[in-house]
């Protein structure tokens, strides 16, 4: 269905026997370059020859097709389930990159940012973060000590338009995440974020 081929042809049954039992399975991505990787490496361990490679189970062979599923999702999807229903945000961007802007009790905001990330072969990531304020040197030891406090995710550096910054962070695996936990995620990483930046600025920038 994705190529148009079949894995393996034979002029009849005997010579496609044959073919099965000892050619290798073609790579799929030859006949279909734009087919993403994780979908044809899931191809491979299902057709593959050894008992090994092949998924054990019924149940093996399920959670990897889910895997699969979820990478061929779209973020935008996802945030939208997300927060399409709850007045308290508003979703803005596009691809792999959206801002999610969030109305916090007593008047203030937090803006959160959420970004699909993936460095060479290794699994997509969603990351969800959102700023807190500058980063200065001699408040590291206490941003440090709250890390222990942070049931999920944390406080770091990152670089901001050329500016070390404070960021409350999150991270998820892309093919499993779900918009129940993008929804709480940022809730949290909202609410985090704005505490820091209200001790250590008093303002409400972010």
């Known amino acids: 269905v994705l190529t148009g081929r079949l894995p393996y042809e034979g ?19 030859q006949w279909c370059p734009e087919l993403p990787l994780e979908m044809a ?29 979820g990478e061929s999702r779209d973020l935008e999807g996802l945030l939208r389930e997300a927060f399409d229903d709850w007045s308290i945000a508003s ?13 916090l009790p007593r008047g203030r905001k937090q ?14 990531l969603v990351q969800i973060y959102s700023v807190c304020c500058p980063a200065q040197q001699n408040q590291f030891e206490y ?18 338009a050329g500016t070390p910054m404070f ?3 999150d991270t998820y695996p892309w093919s499993t995440v779900d ?13 985090r974020a ?11 920038t972010f």
């Open 41 to 69: 490496e899931c191809l491979s361990l299902l057709c593959s020859k050894s008992r090994q490679n092949r998924p054990q189970d019924a149940i093996a062979a399920s959670l990897l097709l889910n895997s699969v599923l």
């Open 167 to 169: 960021v409350m962070m």
């Open 91 to 103: 979703v803005s961007g596009e691809g792999v990159r959206y801002t999610v802007q969030m109305m």
């Open 179 to 191: 918009p129940e936990e993008i929804r709480r995620s940022a809730l949290s990483v909202a609410t």
């Open 11 to 29: 002029e009849n049954l005997n010579q496609l026997m044959h073919t099965i039992l000892h050619e290798p399975l073609p790579n799929v991505r």
């Open 111 to 124: 803006e959160v940012r959420v970004e699909l990330l993936k460095q060479g072969n290794s699994e997509r």
């Open 143 to 160: 941003v440090l000590r709250l890390n222990a406090e942070i049931p999920h995710g944390g406080l770091a550096i990152k670089q901001i």
């Open 194 to 204: 704005d505490g820091l930046e209200m001790r250590l600025t008093g303002r409400d």
